[in-house]
């Protein structure tokens, strides 16, 4: 999944935070969303800060760090 945040683009509320969101295989529309929204905040419209993310629906592991492997030993060079 994805999703673009930005800041403003509302005249009624200063500085308001939105978001969208898109499906894990729309990641083109998600970068052409965000250049729309860079490209407008170019042309002087108050829109900032806008950030795409994403998470992978998909992943086999936990997110965030996890513990090593039982046995595991990290060395800076394996030879």
């Known amino acids: 999944m994805f999703v673009v945040y930005w800041l403003g683009g509302n005249p009624d509320i200063e500085g308001a935070a939105h978001f969208k969101r898109f499906d894990e295989n729309a990641l083109a529309d998600a970068l052409r969303f965000a250049e729309d929204l860079r490209r407008r905040q ?6 900032g800060f806008v950030t ?12 965030g760090v996890a513990d090593p492997p039982a046995g595991y030993e990290w060395r800076k060079r394996r030879r």
């Open 42 to 47: 170019s042309d002087g419209e108050d829109i």
């Open 52 to 63: 795409l993310c994403s998470e992978n629906p998909h992943s086999v592991g936990k997110p």
